[in-house]
């Protein structure tokens, strides 16, 4: 059963489609025989974005190939979100700057404001999804015919804002070629602006959209937007952008196995998070004291970090202050979950961060590849009752056969 669903069978399969052993594939993708062996068997996970990344590169396939596409069961939780992406998709792809989907808009006050609450997390998954499709055909109308100079880049700027949420919640649900369009159009946008801010906003997105196997262009990419936004830093708004680009190359660079210029980043983050108000809530992207700590527990977790480690980066995080952040919250009690599983010894704890993280946002931690995988492995290596009914109404939550 366990083997319909696993990123090791569709290992093994791409392999010997290739016509690859074992040991060819390790030696191209840098990884151990031993290691991708017991992935195939459902050992151990295969969980880890540059491993994955490697391993996709080596076999010719895409991620999603590998990884697969978006998994829908019978869980509504789990299943619903999928229902909005059409007509995100739309939104997306019909409108342009010249020719807007609809003849017709709220005003642009009015439409900022929604963007503001969808921004601070007021609304929502479900919300956001329903009211972002037409927030970007609206806020289209402007930009083709705007009162005036100011109202056109104000359209613009908050147009950033809703191709940012789409990129999210399409990345969130498994659609990375349409939130690699949504990154694109805010990239459009920020073009047309040509301000420090906006280009770096639109900056951090294509980063993260970028094909993971394109390591040293996402690297130079990440660097380069750091570099360029840094002289422009004048007031929190400006910490905030250029401080979420320092995250994303800090992310990169690990990817990159770059661990010299991950940390670097990582400092340069937490000296700008010391120049504005710890608020994840009310921050742009989340950036604060706050979120550096969370982002540190995700790049240790990259690295393979388990056990008293990762504990005590986790034990630095004041989770009261991600509560506005839903996602980012459940995000990082993921994270540590998933380190945590990688060792027989704490998979007890690691079942207990999983279920904070599915209580925290069901429907982010049910469309998640990484716990779904996590959780699989883990399944297979159950042998107590009670880790083993933990484990089993997760799998039924995410569609994981037990």
Known sequence: MYDEVTIGVRLRALRRWRGMSLRTLADLADLSQGFLSKVENGKQPLDRRSHIA????????????????????????????????????????????????????????????????IGRSEYGHDEVAVKLPPIID??????????????????????????????????????????????????????????????????????????????????????????????????????????????????????????????????????????????????????????????????????GATGRPLLDLAAGVDEAKLRPRRGRHATFLADVGRGLAREPRTHREAVRWLRRAESTAPHKIRNSTAVRETVGVMLQQAREAAVGRELRGMAARMGVPH
Not at 257 to 262: E, F, G, K, L, Q
Request: aromatic share 4%; net charge negative; glycine share 4%.
């Open 138 to 303: 609206e806020l289209h109308v402007h930009v083709c015919a705007p009162a005036d100079e100011a109202a056109h880049r104000l359209a613009l700027r908050t147009l950033i804002e809703a191709f940012q949420s789409a990129t999210f919640l399409s990345k969130d649900l498994g659609y990375t070629d349409l939130a690699a369009v949504a990154a694109m159009r805010a990239h459009d946008s920020a073009r047309i602006l040509d301000d420090p801010v906006s280009v770096g906003k639109a900056a951090t997105l294509r980063i993260h959209t970028l094909p993971t196997g394109a390591r040293d262009l996402r690297l130079t990419a990440a660097e380069s937007a750091a570099e360029a936004m840094e002289p422009h830093v004048r007031d929190d708004l400006d910490v905030q952008v250029l401080g979420m680009i320092t995250l994303v190359a800090s992310l990169i660079a690990t990817l990159s196995y770059r661990y010299d210029r991950a940390e670097h980043w990582l400092a340069q983050a937490g000296d700008l998070a010391t120049r504005t108000a710890d608020d994840p809530g009310a921050n742009w992207g989340a950036f604060s004291a706050t979120n550096v700590g969370v982002w540190r527990v995700a790049l240790a977790t990259e690295r």
């Open 54 to 117: 490697a391993v996709a590169q080596a076999l010719q396939v895409s991620e999603t190939d590998l990884m697969g596409g978006p998994h829908l069961t019978r869980d509504p939780v789990q299943s619903e979100p999928h229902r909005t992406i059409p007509a995100v998709r739309t939104a997306l792809m019909t409108n342009t700057f010249t020719a807007p989907a609809t003849d017709r808009a709220r005003p642009l006050a009015e439409l900022v404001a929604e963007m503001v609450r």
